[in-house]
């Protein structure tokens, strides 16, 4: 089955202790994976390798925590958002489940 269906946002994101703001980052989602790109990093998470996914709330923005299994991965993972309602939805609707 060849999956053309995803879901993609624009907005800023966290590794650890870099931090970006919008529009620097883009969040890429499909029913098997997420993708985050930011400049040069690109990380992908596949279905299984997530933990959890969660609201996060910054100082002044939301955004969404993955925490993953990864090793090789930035510990701490947020993308930033201005419209985490859309980009909840959407996870949900891949069968992502957001706390």
Known sequence: ?????????VGGARF?????TWPFAKIKVSSN????????RKY???KDEIKELREYIGM???????EHRLKNYP????????????????????GYSVN
Do not use: P, Y
Request: proline share 0%; glycine share 2%; hydrophobic share 45%.
């Open 1 to 9: 089955m060849i999956e053309t269906e995803t879901f993609s946002q």
């Open 16 to 20: 650890d202790f870099f931090n970006a």
């Open 33 to 40: 994976a997420i993708e985050l790109k930011c400049f040069s």
């Open 44 to 46: 992908k998470f596949e």
């Open 60 to 66: 002044i923005s939301k955004g969404l925590l993955i």
């Open 75 to 94: 510990k701490h993972i947020v993308f930033w958002t201005f419209s985490f309602n859309r980009l909840k939805n959407s996870l949900e609707k891949f």
